[in-house]
């Protein structure tokens, strides 16, 4: 077989002139051999005649004369095309070594980052080539993705840490504004908040071209594009501005109407909070913005309504406290002695707790001290500049527990601490800038079998190590060291709590041999304490019920391994004295050592437990009395059930005494029925709703013609004139909300007037609300505000159909595994699960929804609940 190597065009013309002649020549022996054959058959002489002679008798030869053309021939036409092949060929390879070499070169540049390199894909067969620019686009797409998240989590993360610096909302919302508008380049925002009050979205902070702008506006709901806003609650976005729209202006650009506008509502649980408002000169707010401020702005309503709820809170805790002590302002001599008592006690628990505590620690020290000690070593681990763990020392199986293939896995951060990773990650950037200085740090570390160790922690920086090529750390247990060291201090702070304690303070061994006494022996038993020491029990037979304690006590330690306490009674320096005592038994390796007594005068504590217990009982009475007095009026089930037979009332007070109650009348041929919820609960809820109770039987029993509507603004003024609300000097806003339904069964109609509480309707499957308004019952009247009267709504109600009115308390219940509201939603999908249960058995259904959600926490309000089927 022939092979060429890469020849040019001239090169392979010359090689195939040169075959074609070896060839012509060589096949010229086939007609010399012919021509020799037929001369020598013939016997005549070799010369030109006789050459002449056979192809003139013999015209083959002039055939076979053709055979050296005819193979230079086909040898010329086969080497022609062989060498054009070739050619080819060779073409072909050097445009693929070019089209490697243009991906290698495109790779290289995408693998150093550069994502906007030019390239053209060689053609239909330059896969890779194709590939590769796929590959860059997904890149491209990645990284912006990654950095629209990391620009939207960084904003978030600027204003959280705004939030929590904040109990101010002014402060929070100027603050949290100029952020806002610096983080996303706009040139002026507002934000706004909703006052329940007032019911408008109030003007908080302007900020624009870099300053602060005191601007005081107000809207309504779905009153212009804030009002808008508000009353859809989704965002607003324009990019063609109202004329009317309020132009801010700028020193440098003058009056310059802004090209875009947004808004974003401040909701958080179903509940509007406030707007906040952005604009720009430029044409377009990008969509990435827009996303970043309403992810935000849940976080921002969140925080905004937890101020708000803290700021009524600490309000309502103030007006409690006011209305405690106006009831109990005889007690509180009694209140603080029961304080005292309560402190005192408290701190005793706490010395006994430290005690024992410390005495453990020291106990469990002892025994694992020298063992500790002995196995101690240092861990060597080395980590990449990505914090990526690349070795670890074996010495960390027989220290920590783990492998070292599990430590590499990631279990050297997965079992630190939140602070102990944070002191790693600030150690980690320290030595990244700080090559070569030595940085140590101590945090805590899980063990695998569940133990917390002392790690202490040195790094230094060796990247540029050849060696090492990492960051190394060097990681100690100092486990027992932490330990000595808080033993040592506990040492001296026992010493000294022993020796200032007001408590008889004693250490004796099994024997009855004391071992130590403090000054307080002598103060109350009269005995030296220092010539105690070294003395048995018999010293203390001059008070037979202090030792007998005492032997008993060592004699139950001795069985029972565990600590005795009980109180008696004696006669002391200070007169007679009730002492609780209690023995603690101390161990050395499972062994009784000595036994610490320690004795607390309680005598002034006994005394005022009593006096408090008499009292409690006084005011237990009372509050009794009370509710006897409450039930005796209220509704009884059985007469509702005689008007309205379809009906339940989910009842359940929170305390004794209830400040919700429910309310029924009779009067010609009206049927009266209402869920009231007076302010507080307990007793002040209670004597509100006393007055709620004898106000609506007036009103009502006054003139049958009343609508709700009316008689609930009678109520309204009724209420504030027995409060005294009315005049200029009054300072109480007691009230109550209601729910209040007339009902006439022979014209099949339904009036329903609210304060604050809605109505629900259920007919043909289907639920309908009847918001109540947004006013209480009574408080101080607004001075230049003109009040509007009660809302009268009027429902022709048909057989089948349910009405269900309730108070706060069971909205407002706390349960649940995220300790959220029970929520109105929760109400109506337990209606609308339940619309073939019939209306009686509602009573059950309600009360086992509502226990199971509330779990182990506590009734935070009183509940009512009543539903009405026709």
């Not at 006052?195 to 624009?208: C, I, S």
């Not at 310059?256 to 430029?282: H, N, Q, Y």
């Not at 308004?773 to 003109?786: E, F, L, M, V, Y």
Request: net charge negative.
């Amino acid at each position: 077989m022939i092979s060429f190597g890469i020849i040019s065009t001239t090169d392979s013309k010359q090689v195939i002139r040169q075959r074609v002649t070896q060839a012509f020549l060589v096949s010229l022996m086939f007609p010399v051999i012919a021509w020799i054959v037929d001369i020598l058959s013939r016997g005549i002489p070799f010369n030109l005649t006789s050459i002449a002679d056979i192809h003139a008798t013999n015209p083959i030869h002039w055939i076979i004369d053709l055979a050296p053309f005819v193979i230079a021939y086909v040898t010329w036409l086969q080497l022609t095309r062989h060498y054009r092949r070739i050619l080819l060929l060779e073409k072909e390879l050097r445009q693929r070594d070019e089209d490697i070499e243009k991906n290698a070169r495109f790779a290289q540049r995408i693998g150093e980052g550069d994502y906007n390199a030019p390239f053209q894909v060689g053609g239909d067969d330059d896969i890779l080539g194709k590939s590769l620019v796929i590959m860059r686009d997904n890149l491209l797409a990645s990284q912006k993705k990654e950095a629209e998240q990391n620009w939207i989590t960084k904003g978030k993360d600027e204003i959280s840490h705004i939030l929590r610096l904040h109990h101010n909302i002014d402060e929070l919302s100027y603050d949290v504004l100029v952020k806002l508008i610096n983080y996303i380049r706009t040139i002026q925002g507002a934000i706004y908040l909703y006052d329940e009050e007032k019911q408008k979205l109030v003007n908080l902070a302007t900020y624009a071209y870099n300053r602060r702008k005191y601007i005081k506006q107000e809207f309504r709901i779905g009153e212009g594009l804030i009002g808008e806003c508000a009353y859809e609650r989704e965002f607003i976005y324009r990019t063609e501005v109202p004329d009317n729209y309020v132009t801010i202006t700028s020193g440098i650009l003058g009056d310059r109407k802004p090209k875009s506008l947004l808004l974003v509502p401040l909701i958080t649980d179903e509940k509007l909070e406030g707007v906040l408002e952005f604009a720009s000169l430029d044409d377009e707010i990008p969509e990435l913005t827009i996303r970043f401020l309403k992810e935000v702005g849940e976080i921002i309503a969140r925080t905004i309504f937890n101020l708000r709820i803290n700021q009524k809170t600490e309000k309502l805790l103030q007006e409690a406290q006011q209305m405690a002590q106006e009831l109990k302002e005889n007690e509180e001599e009694l209140r603080q002695n029961a304080e005292e008592m309560k402190i005192t006690q408290e701190e005793l628990e706490i010395s006994n707790a430290k005690l024992e505590a410390k005495i453990q620690e020291v106990e469990n020290a002892q025994k694992r001290l020298h063992s500790l000690l002995e196995n101690a070593s240092e861990i060597i681990s080395i980590y990449n500049s990505e914090k990526q763990l690349t070795y670890i020392s074996p010495s960390v199986t027989k220290i920590l527990g783990y492998t070292p293939q599990e430590m590499m896995s990631g279990k050297d951060i997965d079992r630190l601490t939140r602070k102990g990773e944070a002191a790693f990650n600030e150690m980690f950037e320290q030595l990244l800038e700080n090559p070569r200085i030595a940085i140590t740090i101590q945090y805590t570390f899980m063990k695998k079998d569940g133990e917390k160790i002392f790690l202490e922690v040195t790094g230094r920086n060796l990247l540029d190590d050849p060696a090492i090529g990492g960051i190394i750390i060097n990681s100690r247990d100092i486990t027992e060291r932490k330990r000595a060291e808080k033993e040592e201090r506990m040492r001296s702070k026992m010493q000294s709590l022993s020796e200032n304690s007001p408590d008889i303070i004693m250490r004796v061994n099994p024997a009855g041999q004391f071992f130590y006494a403090n000054p307080m022996v002598e103060t109350y038993l009269g005995i030296d304490y220092r010539e105690l020491v070294n003395q048995t029990i018999t010293a203390l037979d001059g008070i037979p019920v202090l030792s007998n304690f005492i032997r008993e006590a060592i004699k139950t330690i001795k069985v029972e391994k565990e600590k005795y306490e009980g109180e008696i009674t004696f006669t002391t320096n200070r007169g007679e004295t009730v002492m609780h005592i209690v023995g603690i038994p101390e161990f050395n390796e499972n062994e009784l050592e000595t036994i610490l007594f320690v004795a607390h005068d309680i005598t002034e504590q006994k005394q005022t437990e009593r006096e408090i217990q008499e009292k409690n009982r006084k005011i237990t009475e009372s509050i009794n009395y009370a509710q006897r007095i409450q039930t005796s009026i209220l509704p009884n089930n059985r007469i509702i059930r005689q008007y309205l037979p379809k009906s339940f009332i989910y009842y359940h007070p929170r305390d004794v005494v209830s400040g919700d109650f429910p309310w029924f009348f009779i009067k010609d041929d009206f049927i009266y029925i209402a869920a009231v919820d007076c302010t507080g609960h307990g007793v002040p809820g209670a004597l509100l709703s006393f007055i709620g109770y004898f106000t609506l039987n007036n009103v009502v029993d006054h003139d049958s013609s009343y609508t709700a509507g009316q008689i609930l603004d009678h109520l309204h003024f009724g209420v504030r004139k027995t409060l005294k609300q009315d005049r200029p000097d009054a300072d109480a806003r007691d009230g109550m909300d209601i729910a209040f339904c007339k009902i006439n069964p022979k014209n099949k109609e339904l009036q329903y007037a609210g304060a604050h509480r809605p109505l629900y309707l259920v007919r043909n499957g289907e639920l309908t609300e009847y918001k109540g308004d947004r006013k209480a019952i009574g408080g101080i009247p607004h001075p230049k505000k003109a009040e509007e009267p009660f809302t009268n709504y009027i429902i022709e109600y048909k057989p089948g159909d349910k009405v269900f009115f309730f108070s706060d308390g069971i909205v407002d219940q706390v349960g649940g595994p995220e300790k959220k509201k029970f929520g109105a939603q929760s109400i109506r999908d337990i209606i609308m699960n339940n619309l073939k249960t019939p209306i009686h058995e509602l009573n059950d259904v309600f009360a086992k929804a509502l226990t199971d959600y509330q779990g182990e926490n506590k009734q935070v309000d009183d509940i009512l609940l009543i539903g009405i089927e026709f």
